[in-house]
Structures are given as structure tokens and as C-alpha cells.
């Protein structure tokens, strides 16, 4: 791509109010409240990417018949920027979420967003709507995602597809803060299939886990773990997080890739706990295992890692037969330190020696 900026910029004439937008970002809670503007690009096979802008939030008008309310042709990304302690406004590994947008949308049969346009739009509509980043412990979580946007009712990839952001300033993605979750291991329903769609960030992944999710919370819990689609047995992941188990010999597991979300966060804690010299062994580790270590002691620590979650230490273990504590039922030690590390770094406390931050000026 030249130099040329592609995007159009059309503030929003009507901007919510200082006054009310202080009171939002009091207590914004997750993926309520969201910011005035919002990025669009269009793609149809004549003119590729085209008529990119950044202008007011504003709801689309869709076809009755647009492909994406029948075939959900969708993909998304999290990510979010960070008021760091010196003022600086900051992504976190943001051109890791361009690589995996543009290989969701391979998969999804979609024409991938060059990286370099992705973030484009990510930082304009950062730096446009900035006042929203809050203070503190919050961020403003950046909801990056395309949808198919032909009218036609024939069953193919669409010809026509709307890339957007929009952007909301979140607190803790738990009612409960840094309180350790509970999890509910699924064993009726799975979220992924060798060959399928689990390593995409695809709205039909989300729509899949809906009912698990809805049966974890009846059960009491936050989260629902998954287990693998051919042997229900080994652990895969949760709803919207992967997940980690530190060792007594002080070493971590979590599952491999493959039917999994290659999580960004998975990938930061494994380079942040190999600094460390933790040794992180990415092997299958089965659910029944799983039950037996943690009575014997020999797990320590449990937690579960995302963008909106961070680091979570999970304290309990629901399934349909019974439950499981891990350790005291509190954070673990490893899972306090590496939740520290990785903050820090976000926040510029933590010197970001791995070059992860990618300030926005
Ligand atoms: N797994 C699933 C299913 C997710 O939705 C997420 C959240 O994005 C993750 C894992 C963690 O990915 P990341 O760390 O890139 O946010
Ligand atoms: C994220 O962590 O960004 C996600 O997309 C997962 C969802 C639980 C919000």
C-alpha cells in the first residue's frame, strides 16, 4: 500500500457530553458503553477494500436478506489500549491480531484485510476517540470484525463484506474482579472439531458454545471448559479463554494447538514464563487427570488467559457428577506473579522487554 491515508475522517458532529461520559467510564462494566465513532471499510471484488472511514457510531442498515443473518460469513478480533503510567496510549502486540484476522478470514473463505489497514484503523479510531480510554485498572477494548454483506440467499463466500471497529472502555471482564472463577466442564456439547472452524475467531465458534455457556451459569460458574469433540477427554479450552496448569515441580501445561484459539495471551505468558526458565510443556492433558492431580496436590494452579479475562486463576472445578477445588481455592502464587508481569507491562510498570507494547502517538 502507498503512504496515502485510506481512511476519511468525519468526526462526529454530536459527541456524548463531557459530563455523561465521565459518569460512563465510572463504572463502564464489559461491552456496554461504547465510544462515538467507529471505522468502516468496504470490500466487493471490483474495487477491493474501498470507502475506509472513520465517522459516528452509527447502526448499519441491513438486507433482510444479507448473507451473513443466514450463513454467519463473520470473524472478530479483541484487543485492547492501555493508558499507560506516563500517559501513553498503547495496543498490546496489536499486528499478532492483524495475522490472526487476515487467517480467520482465510478460513472463512473471506478476502483478508491487509495487515498494515487493520491497524490503521485501530490506532484512528484510538487516537479519535481517546477521551474514552479510562483511568485506573480499565482499557478500551477494540471489537475489530468483517461480515459478509451481499444480498443473496445462494450458499457461497459472499462478494461483498464490511470491515468495522468499534471500541467500548471496559473494567474486569468478571463480576467478581480478581476473585478466582468457577468453571463448568462441559460433557454434552463441544466447541471444536478437527477440520472445523476452532482455530478462527468466527461469531458461528461463540454461537456454538451459547448453550454451555447458558448451562455453566445454571450451574453457578463463570466460564465453561471445553473438551476435545473426538474423545471427550482432553481439556481444550474455555468459552472465550485458553488455559494453563502450573505443576508442583513448578513447571505449567496447557493444550496444544490445533482445535484451539491461538490465543495472544497464551502466547505471551509461554515467552514470559520461558524468561523465567518455567518450562511450559504444550501437551493434551486429560480431564481426568485433571480431577486426580488436583486432589493429590499435585497441581498447584490454575488459571485461565485472554484479552478481556487477562489472567484468571480458577478456584473451582463443576461437573455434571461432582466438583474440585484447586489448591486453596485462591489465586496461586504463579498465576498472581505472572498476572503482575503481564499488567505491568501493559501499563509501562514492567520494563516491556520483549517489545509487545506499540504506542500510539
Ligand atoms: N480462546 C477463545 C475461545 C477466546 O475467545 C479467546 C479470546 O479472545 C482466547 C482463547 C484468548 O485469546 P487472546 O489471548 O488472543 O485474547
Ligand atoms: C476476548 O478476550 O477478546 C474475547 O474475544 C473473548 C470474549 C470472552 C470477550
Not at 489500549?81 to 498490546?92: H, K
Not at 484503523?121 to 451481499?150: K, N, T
Not at 480458577?314 to 506473579?337: A, C, K, M, Q, W
Request: aromatic share 10%; net charge negative.
Amino acid at each position: 500500500m502507498n503512504n496515502e491515508p485510506f481512511l476519511s475522517i468525519v468526526p462526529n458532529g454530536s459527541p456524548v457530553a463531557a459530563h455523561e461520559r465521565a459518569r460512563l467510564l465510572e463504572n463502564p462494566g464489559f461491552g456496554r458503553v461504547f465510544t462515538d465513532h467507529m471505522v468502516t471499510i468496504r470490500w466487493t471484488p471490483e474495487k477491493g477494500w474501498h470507502a475506509g472511514q472513520v465517522a459516528a457510531r452509527a447502526p448499519f442498515q441491513i438486507d433482510p436478506a444479507n448473507a451473513v443473518l443466514h450463513y454467519a460469513q463473520e470473524i472478530f478480533e479483541g484487543m485492547k489500549a492501555y493508558r499507560t503510567q506516563d500517559g501513553t496510549i498503547t495496543l498490546f502486540r496489536p499486528q499478532e491480531n492483524a495475522r490472526r484476522f487476515a487467517q480467520s478470514a482465510e478460513r472463512m473463505a473471506m478476502p483478508p484485510l491487509p495487515e498494515d489497514l487493520f491497524l490503521q484503523a485501530v490506532e484512528a479510531l484510538v487516537r479519535i476517540d481517546s477521551d474514552w480510554i479510562p483511568e485506573g485498572d480499565g482499557s478500551l477494548y477494540l471489537r475489530p470484525f468483517m461480515f459478509a454483506s451481499e444480498t443473496f440467499l445462494g450458499v457461497r463466500p459472499a462478494s461483498e463484506y464490511i470491515f468495522c471497529v468499534i471500541a467500548c472502555p471496559v473494567g474486569p471482564y468478571f463480576k467478581g474482579g480478581k476473585k478466582p472463577i468457577k468453571v463448568w466442564v462441559s460433557d454434552a456439547y463441544t466447541r471444536a472439531a478437527p477440520g472445523g472452524t476452532g482455530t478462527a475467531k468466527c461469531g458461528g465458534n461463540y454461537a456454538a458454545s451459547l448453550i454451555a455457556q447458558a448451562e455453566a451459569t445454571r450451574q453457578g460458574c463463570d466460564q465453561v471448559v471445553f473438551l476435545d469433540a473426538t474423545e471427550r477427554r482432553w481439556i481444550e479450552e474455555l468459552g472465550g479463554m485458553n488455559i494453563f496448569f502450573v505443576m508442583d515441580d513448578g513447571s505449567m501445561i496447557t493444550p496444544p494447538l490445533g482445535t484451539i484459539l491461538p490465543g495472544i495471551t497464551r502466547a505471551s505468558i509461554i515467552t514470559l514464563a520461558a524468561a523465567e526458565g518455567i518450562s511450559v510443556i504444550e501437551t493434551p492433558y486429560s480431564f481426568d487427570q485433571w480431577r486426580t492431580d488436583a486432589t493429590s496436590g499435585r497441581l498447584r494452579e490454575t488459571f485461565a488467559c485472554g484479552t478481556a479475562a487477562v489472567i484468571a486463576g480458577i478456584g473451582e472445578v463443576r461437573y455434571s457428577n461432582g466438583s474440585f477445588v484447586i489448591g486453596s481455592g485462591e489465586d496461586g502464587p504463579l498465576t498472581v506473579r505472572l498476572r503482575e508481569q503481564l499488567v505491568g507491562i501493559q501499563r509501562g510498570i514492567v520494563p516491556d522487554k520483549f517489545e509487545w507494547l506499540h504506542p500510539i502517538t
